[in-house]
């Protein structure tokens, strides 16, 4: 069976989306863990980079929490690839 991996054999597949939606936010990584710290995740500017440099791994609830937070798509979130919905709301997302 193959194991699910990124290409850089990193440890998520969702670092370059975060990536991506921060910045479409224009929100340092300092700015992105405040606001989910608001929302009851306990993240901090390392956990962002941590998962931004595909060093961390991101559990089920923190997918759910981001997607959530951001208003985007699982499926942009996994594959990169954005809904129409996703493009509505930010219509400079590329797929990735």
């Given at each position: 069976m193959e194991k699910l991996r990124p290409n850089n054999g990193g440890k998520n597949i969702i670092a370059e989306q975060l990536?991506?939606?921060?910045?479409?936010?224009?929100?340092?990584?300092?700015?992105?863990a405040d606001?989910?710290?608001?929302?009851?995740?306990?993240?901090?500017?390392?956990?962002?980079?941590?998962?931004?440099?595909s060093n961390r791994f991101v559990n089920d609830f923190e997918l759910k929490s981001l997607s959530n937070?951001?208003?985007?798509?699982?499926?942009?979130?996994?594959?990169?690839i954005p809904t129409s919905e996703d493009l509505e709301k930010y219509p400079d997302l590329l797929p990735l």
């Open positions: 990536k991506a939606l921060r910045n479409q936010c224009g929100l340092s990584q300092r700015d992105l606001k989910l710290q608001l929302t009851g995740l306990n993240f901090d500017k390392n956990i962002i980079t941590r998962i931004e440099t937070f951001f208003g985007v798509s699982y499926s942009y979130l996994l594959d990169g």
